[in-house]
Each structure stands twice: as C-alpha cells, then as structure tokens.
C-alpha cells in the first residue's frame, strides 16, 4: 500500500526526513509517533502530496507520487481519506454537505450521494446531526464528520494527523475506536500522533521518528 525508499525530504539545511524507508501492507493500523520535529507531518505531506520529496521514491499502490503530473494529484487525493487535527469543515455548509462535497464531482446520482453520506454517518454514529452545522457541534463530534468525509467514497487507505490532538481524553478514545473500526473494514490507517495512551491502548503497529530518521518498527507496540 504505502512504500518509501531511501527517502529525504530537506528544507534549507537540516532535512526533516533522512533516508527513510518504509513499507505499509494493505489493511494495516499503524501509529506514526516521535517529538514534535521529527519528520511525522513532513512524512504525511509527501503522502498526500502537499510536499514532494527532495530524493527517493513514495509509492501508494505502486505508483510512484512523486513523478505525477499536478493534475492528477486530485485523482491521488480521491483514492485516500485525510483527517486533520483541525477538522477542515466548511462552517457554513451542513453536516451532510459537508461530506457530500467530496462526491459529488463523480457524476453519481443524487440518491447515491444520500446513501453514501447516510452510511458514513452510520459508521461515526452521527445521522441525526447531519442537518446541523459544524459550529453547532462539539470537538468531538465535528472530528468525527471529518472521519465520515473522509470514508464516504470508500477508500484504501486513510490518513490521520494527529486527529486527537484539539480533543479531551474522552473524546480521543471515541475517534480512535471509530478509526479501529474502519480498519477493519479493511482500510488501511496510518495515524500520525503524539499521544501516548492512545497508543498504548491499542497495541497496534507503532513506528517511531527521531530527527527525520525511522528508530523504532514494532509490532503490537507501545509509544515508549
């Protein structure tokens, strides 16, 4: 699903990421941890290609992202779901069009839209807010329409940075347990974060920076 090779990513003089490696298989949950500094939103900007790397290869489903041409990166964007820490919603639109904007240049029917949107709702338990606006939602709620956004058109692989970050332990364990649950629909999570419960509660994959370099790969681990 996701592999990097022998790759850097340099910014003036000191590279935030140095000749990382890295292979993710389809289907797995992995947590991307490490100190503010340490390459984690550099590496997620290379995959949903805000930034391009100075040297090496990232491949998604083996195609090589840096080489695309920038008219197709909204294609790339399409086949991956992005949640933010700061949720990216359109304030003055609902809930449901707040999801339904991500379909709705597909060329699929008005009564598609409304089962896909309905289902994502579904899934983040949240089908009785979808006509209200994200101002009239909590933290919580309004990162959990981010996470229905970013499912709705069904993709591989979904992408989180930091997606507890602006929320309260309760909320936090809500968000992850919903992306637990998405996963095993068969999507592949990476899951860039900086806490440390939440990772030791899950036991997923961790995979740790330091300085812009891979220190630490470990199955069913713990963020110390």
């Known amino acids: 699903m996701i592999i990097l090779k022998d790759v850097t990513k340099q910014y003036k003089s000191k590279p935030a990421l140095y000749n990382v490696n890295l292979h993710i298989k389809p289907g797995e949950f992995v947590f991307l941890t490490g100190a503010s500094g340490a390459g984690k939103s550099t590496l997620m900007k290379l995959l949903y290609m805000e930034e391009k790397p100075t040297r090496g290869q990232v491949l998604i489903g083996g195609i090589n992202i840096g080489n695309l041409h920038p008219n197709k990166i909204p294609n790339l964007r399409r086949c991956m779901g992005i949640v933010f820490q700061d949720f990216k919603l359109l304030q003055n639109h609902t809930v449901y069009d707040n999801i339904a904007y991500v379909i709705r240049t597909l060329g699929i029917s008005s009564r598609e839209i409304e089962a896909r949107v ?16 994200p101002t009239e939602l909590s ?7 981010s996470i229905a956004r970013a499912i709705v058109n069904g993709p591989p692989l979904l992408i989180a940075d930091e997606p507890t970050g602006n929320l309260d332990p309760r909320n936090s364990m809500e968000v992850m347990e919903i992306l637990d649950q998405v996963n095993q629909r068969g999507i592949t999570i990476l899951v860039s974060t900086h806490d440390h419960a939440i990772v030791d509660y899950f036991r997923k994959r961790v995979i740790t920076l330091s300085e812009g370099q891979i220190i630490k790969d470990v199955q069913a681990g713990t963020y110390g």
Request: aromatic share 4%; glycine share 18%; net charge positive.
């Open 139 to 145: 933290g919580g709620e309004q990162q959990r329409v």
């Open 118 to 133: 309905y289902g994502a709702l579904n899934i983040v338990g949240l089908e009785h807010k979808a006509k209200s606006r």
